[in-house]
């Protein structure tokens, strides 16, 4: 074999070995050898036990990328788990579905801004293994980056990690100190005179109750019974009052009536215009005439004269009577019947 035949067919085994080479890393690694990958951290505060370099980082099921390190950092007097993680440029854009798939402007700060945050998350109960899920949740904020230049991806611990944090700063020392401290109170007061004397105080009170209460059940039937005989003598007493009331009241309607009658009567006597009262006026009328006549006729001398005036002034008296016995009348015509008012 020449030398030329021989270099042929080692030149053609290197290139066997570099095709299989390149085959197996694209099997392993697949197309993200190709892509363009992009950093990332995130600052986890609880135990990341379980993560571990090359564990998946999804969004809602669907890889970006990869875990790269996993590191542990001491500042401001606590500790915390940075983790790099290697995202894939391309399917970072697919988040924004498939009308942000080529714009240029939705990067990962873009996706930090509108609420991307980190999260642990189980991949296998029976393993323990851990990995990083993405998801926008709300209360996004600009994006940051830290002192070597990566963009920092907030993170949010998951409602077991809340619990677990809750119950770690339950000082549970504290708690079954005052548990004992109360329990023992409790005890002392307890066995205090205190309460025994109440005891005895509520024993002797419910004994009292019970007597009174058989005292009563005795005394309630006849009470009972006397109630209920004076409530029949009140009903009969009340129908009597009644029937007494309804006599009486006929007796002095028909008074009323009787002395109403008489007042209309009266009324009909006196009232202007009736025969009595214009008789009493005419005659009042002529006694006038008279008087005035007889004083025409006669002169002021003399005796005559003086029994003349004396009888004229008698005269003028009943006329002035008859006229205020007419306007009596006239104004009160029941004074016939009932006589004079006695003044007070």
């Known amino acids: 074999m020449t030398s030329r035949a021989q270099a042929l067919r080692v030149g053609l085994f290197v290139m066997v070995g570099l095709a299989l080479m390149a085959a197996a890393v694209v099997t392993v690694f697949g197309a993200r050898v190709f892509a363009q990958q992009e950093l990332a ?6 135990s990341v036990y379980g993560l571990q370099v090359g564990s998946p980082v999804v969004f809602r099921g669907v ?31 697919t988040v924004g579905g498939a009308s942000a798939a080529a714009d240029p402007a939705l990067t990962l700060s873009t996706l930090v801004a509108q609420g991307l945050s980190a999260q642990l998350a ?32 907030p993170t949010t611990p998951t409602r077991f990690q809340s619990l677990t944090d809750q119950l770690d700063r339950v000082d549970l020392n504290r708690m079954s100190n005052d548990l004992a401290a109360t329990l023992a109170a409790a005890r002392s007061l307890v066995a205090g005179p205190e309460v025994k004397q109440t005891l005895s105080d509520m024993a002797l009170a419910s004994a009292s109750l019970a007597k009174l209460a058989l005292s009563l059940e005795k005394k309630v039937a006849p009470l009972a019974a006397a109630a209920q005989g004076t409530l029949a003598q009140a009903g009969e007493a009340s129908t009597r009052v009644a029937v007494a009331a309804d006599r009486l009241g006929d ?9 109403a009658g008489a007042a209309d009567r009266a009324d009909a006597l006196l009232a202007p215009g009736s025969p009595v009262l214009a008789s009493v006026q005419q005659a009042a009328t002529e006694l006038a005439r008279s008087a ?3 004083r025409e006729t006669t002169a002021d001398e003399g005796a005559t004269a003086q029994s003349l005036q004396r009888a004229l002034g008698d005269v003028a008296s009943a006329a002035r009577a008859v006229r205020d016995l007419a306007t009596q009348l006239e104004q009160q015509p029941q004074s016939l019947i ?7």
């Open 41 to 46: 951290v995130m600052h986890f505060g609880g």
């Open 292 to 294: 005035a006549a007889l």
């Open 338 to 344: 009932r006589g004079r008012p006695v003044m007070p």
């Open 251 to 259: 007796k002095v309607g028909s008074a009323a009536d009787r002395v």
């Open 63 to 93: 890889r970006l990328g990869l875990v790269r390190s996993v590191g542990v950092v001491y500042d401001a007097g606590r500790f915390a788990v940075p983790v790099v993680v290697e995202l894939d440029r391309e399917r970072i854009r």
């Open 122 to 153: 189980t991949h296998s109960l029976l393993t323990g293994q851990l990995y990083v899920d993405l998801d926008l949740r709300k209360g996004g904020k600009p994006a940051l980056r830290d002192a070597n230049g990566l963009i920092e991806i």
